[in-house]
């Protein structure tokens, strides 16, 4: 089944942050020519601090560390990762207040608490769910693994292969969104890949290490640019890209190999059936085999259960729902300028028409659901707008289609990720064109302010000059 869509020009690939900006800039140019906009407005710093430690941390993703960009490069230390060509930065590390504030640590304001080499162009974190000392970075090429530790010497001990190291002619595999469901071992992490167009699952090791290769994956065709993902209970997953958005099968976290249509028939088969209490129920799909595939270098594209059309995906969420067949997939569009839902049934089959959707209004780059005492509010970044926007779902989960509340707009701020403190007051927002983080207030509605109460301080090279970070993500983590 296929949805008819109106696609927008394709992006290269890149690294994330080049995408940003060449996909976006004249969306932004767009934004600041008129409809009443102020093209003067500036959006101002936050000045609140707290002066009370607490023991969370806002981890910052800084998409531009590439040493050899302004000569900063260090004499590589020996180590598990490969850190670029003598990168310095990649993750900085604020402490956080007692009241959710960012943490006064300096005269004038808040300051990284540590920062963390990692490879080229980090563009995603995501934290372990039940050990918050563990980080997984998507880089240019590979994923990397970062021990915390509050004694500053926090770094990263482990990595996968690039695709190159297997195959020495491939793309970068410039994955772009990483997500872990905890429910199968220590945890699988999927990773989407833009560059390789694939989605690779990796079984999390009992020390937070990772296979060199996944293994297991779903293999898309020559454009599909996956670029977002949401398991969808234990055993559906979908995938976003460029042109399609797809439902696939998972079996304990792994996904199915493909048959091979060149095999010759035997009696043998060439997976275990899943095991069943019952003698008499029918045996279960194949499990495949957890030892590192052949995923890189594969051969084949997998066959999805269900899919429909799409116009470059930027993010999706999956919400479960007992009124529904099994729930709905929230999923933002790049070139419509909307948010919208599918439900997607207990067999893998989404929907060719949405169910609730937002009106036109900008490129919402990524969705945070919050359970306010209110009701369930999700808000987005609206990056070529400048914004983040709050909307209040209805009761039956889906969307209405306007905002409730927005902060005020200033396009060059271009923010993208979201977080939100463990006592709910602030939502973090990172503003890739302004090199900083801002907190807003949540009020007590469920929706923001128009300015921030707090922000970040600026950064500064030992010469004084000012660092361009492109900040493109955040996690919240424990940090004693």
Same mark, same amino acid.
């Given at each position: 089944?296929?949805?008819?869509?109106?696609?927008?020009?394709?992006?290269?690939?890149?690294?994330?942050?080049?995408?940003? /900006?060449?996909?976006?800039?004249?969306?932004?140019?767009?934004?600041?020519?008129?409809?009443?906009?102020?093209?003067?407005?500036?959006?101002?710093?936050?000045?609140?601090?707290?002066?009370?430690?607490?023991?969370?941390?806002?981890?910052?993703?800084?998409?531009?560390? !590439?040493?050899?960009?302004?000569?900063?490069?260090?004499?590589?230390?020996?180590?598990?990762?490969?850190?670029?060509?003598?990168?310095?930065?990649?993750?900085?590390?604020?402490?956080?207040?007692?009241?959710?504030?960012?943490?006064?640590?300096?005269?004038?304001?808040?300051?990284?608490?540590?920062? *963390?080499?990692?490879?080229?162009?980090?563009?995603? =974190?995501?934290?372990?769910?039940?050990?918050?000392?563990?980080?997984? =970075?998507?880089?240019?090429?590979?994923?990397?693994?970062?021990?915390?530790?509050?004694?500053?010497?926090?770094?990263?001990?482990?990595?996968?292969?690039?695709?190159?190291?297997?195959?020495?002619?491939?793309?970068?595999?410039?994955?772009?969104?990483? /997500?872990?469901?905890?429910?199968?071992?220590?945890?699988?992490?999927?990773?989407?890949?833009?560059?390789?167009?694939?989605?690779?699952?990796?079984?999390?090791?009992?020390?937070?290490?990772?296979?060199?290769?996944?293994?297991?994956?779903? /293999?898309?065709?020559?454009?599909?640019?996956?670029?977002?993902?949401?398991?969808?209970?234990?055993?559906?997953?979908?995938?976003?890209?460029?042109?399609?958005?797809? *439902?696939?099968?998972?079996?304990?976290?792994?996904?199915?190999? @493909?048959?091979?249509?060149?095999?010759?028939?035997?009696?043998?088969?060439?997976?275990?059936?899943?095991?069943?209490?019952?003698?008499?129920?029918?045996?279960?799909?194949?499990?495949?085999?957890?030892?590192?595939?052949?995923?890189?270098?594969?051969?084949?594209?997998?066959?999805?259960?269900?899919? *429909?059309?799409?116009?470059?995906?930027?993010?999706?969420?999956?919400?479960?729902?007992?009124?529904?067949?099994?729930?709905?997939?929230?999923?933002?569009?790049?070139?419509?300028?909307?948010?919208?839902?599918?439900? =997607?049934?207990?067999?893998? @089959?989404?929907?060719?028409?949405?169910?609730?959707?937002?009106?036109?209004?900008?490129?919402?780059?990524?969705?945070?659901?919050?359970?306010?005492?209110?009701?369930? *509010?999700?808000?987005?970044?609206?990056?070529?707008?400048?914004? =983040?926007?709050?909307?209040?779902?209805?009761?039956?989960?889906?969307?209405?289609? @306007?905002?409730?509340?927005?902060?005020?707009?200033?396009?060059?701020?271009?923010?993208?990720?979201?977080?939100?403190?463990?006592?709910?007051?602030?939502?973090?927002?990172?503003?890739?064109?302004?090199?900083?983080?801002?907190?807003?207030?949540?009020?007590?509605?469920?929706?923001?302010?128009?300015?921030?109460?707090?922000?970040?301080?600026?950064?500064?090279?030992? !010469?004084?000059?000012?660092? !361009?970070?492109?900040?493109?993500?955040?996690?919240?983590?424990?940090?004693?």
């Amino acid at each position: 089944m296929t949805r008819a869509v109106t696609l927008g020009t394709t992006v290269g690939r890149g690294s994330q942050a080049a995408r940003h /900006v060449v996909a976006i800039g004249c969306l932004v140019l767009a934004a600041c020519s008129g409809g009443g906009k102020d093209r003067d407005f500036s959006l101002p710093r936050g000045d609140e601090l707290d002066t009370v430690r607490s023991d969370h941390a806002l981890v910052i993703v800084e998409a531009q560390n !590439e040493c050899d960009r302004d000569g900063s490069c260090v004499p590589v230390p020996s180590g598990p990762c490969h850190l670029g060509d003598g990168n310095s930065r990649g993750l900085a590390v604020y402490r956080l207040g007692a009241t959710g504030l960012l943490f006064q640590n300096s005269a004038d304001g808040a300051r990284p608490e540590q920062v *963390i080499a990692t490879d080229d162009n980090p563009r995603r =974190v995501v934290a372990h769910p039940s050990d918050p000392s563990l980080l997984y =970075v998507a880089t240019r090429e590979r994923v990397q693994v970062i021990r915390l530790r509050s004694d500053g010497r926090s770094a990263c001990i482990d990595e996968t292969a690039r695709d190159q190291d297997v195959r020495p002619d491939a793309d970068d595999s410039d994955p772009v969104d990483l /997500v872990i469901d905890p429910a199968v071992g220590n945890g699988i992490l999927y990773v989407a890949g833009r560059g390789s167009d694939r989605i690779d699952a990796y079984p999390i090791g009992d020390d937070g290490t990772l296979p060199t290769l996944p293994t297991s994956c779903i /293999v898309g065709g020559g454009n599909a640019e996956y670029a977002s993902m949401a398991p969808l209970g234990e055993g559906l997953f979908a995938a976003g890209g460029a042109v399609r958005i797809e *439902i696939y099968p998972r079996v304990l976290g792994q996904f199915l190999p @493909e048959p091979d249509p060149n095999a010759s028939p035997s009696p043998t088969p060439v997976a275990t059936a899943s095991p069943s209490p019952d003698p008499e129920a029918t045996p279960g799909p194949a499990v495949p085999s957890p030892e590192p595939s052949t995923c890189v270098d594969a051969r084949f594209v997998s066959t999805p259960l269900s899919v *429909i059309g799409s116009a470059f995906v930027t993010h999706m969420i999956f919400e479960p729902s007992a009124s529904i067949p099994l729930g709905n997939l929230f999923i933002a569009e790049e070139a419509s300028q909307r948010i919208f839902t599918f439900q =997607v049934t207990p067999d893998g @089959e989404i929907e060719d028409d949405d169910s609730s959707s937002t009106k036109r209004a900008g490129v919402y780059q990524r969705l945070l659901r919050h359970q306010h005492p209110t009701g369930v *509010i999700l808000y987005s970044s609206v990056f070529n707008e400048g914004r =983040v926007d709050a909307f209040r779902l209805e009761e039956d989960g889906l969307l209405p289609d @306007e905002t409730f509340s927005r902060t005020a707009e200033d396009p060059n701020t271009l923010p993208v990720a979201l977080a939100i403190d463990p006592t709910g007051s602030i939502l973090y927002v990172t503003q890739a064109g302004k090199d900083r983080v801002d907190g807003f207030r949540i009020r007590s509605d469920g929706g923001l302010p128009d300015e921030p109460a707090t922000s970040t301080a600026p950064r500064e090279d030992p !010469e004084g000059r000012a660092i !361009e970070m492109f900040p493109d993500d955040i996690a919240i983590v424990t940090l004693p």
